[in-house]
């Protein structure tokens, strides 16, 4: 079976941090460029992170900078998205999703996507 599979996701205080692990199953993720996006209620779903699939280079939208960092683990079928300094804002179902191309922040370029995992930041 092929398919991405999200976990880490919680509950955390504001401030508090998170990591997000996106593991691939019946292949690995060397030649694919990893995205991770969210969803908050009532809001359209966005990019929140990129890995590239060559160069390693990494994308993040402007509101999670210095904040969340993405990597690729060393087992290679594993993407990581370690989210520091959460605000309540960054409450969403977060998605991971594979592209046999360069990164996209386009939500259509991604054809396989993980089921999603939810993390809320409260008091």
């Known amino acids: 079976q092929l398919q991405l599979v999200e976990s880490g996701g919680g509950l955390v205080q504001p401030g508090g941090s998170l990591r997000l692990s996106c593991a691939a199953s019946?292949?690995?993720?060397?030649?694919?460029?990893i995205g991770w996006f969210r969803q908050a209620p009532g809001k359209e779903r966005e990019g929140v992170s990129c890995?590239?699939?060559?160069?390693?280079?990494?994308d993040y939208v402007d509101s999670v900078k210095g904040r969340f960092t993405i990597s690729r683990g060393n087992a290679k079928n594993t993407v990581y998205l370690q989210m520091n300094s959460l605000k309540p804002e960054d409450t969403a179902v977060c998605y991971c999703?594979?592209?046999?191309?360069?990164?996209?922040?386009?939500?259509?370029?991604?054809?396989?996507w993980g089921q999603g995992t939810q993390v809320t930041v409260s008091s």
């Open positions: 999703a594979a592209r046999g191309f360069a990164c996209s922040a386009y939500r259509s370029d991604f054809g396989l």
């Open positions: 019946g292949f690995t993720l060397d030649n694919y460029a």
């Open positions: 890995i590239s699939r060559r160069d390693g280079t990494r």
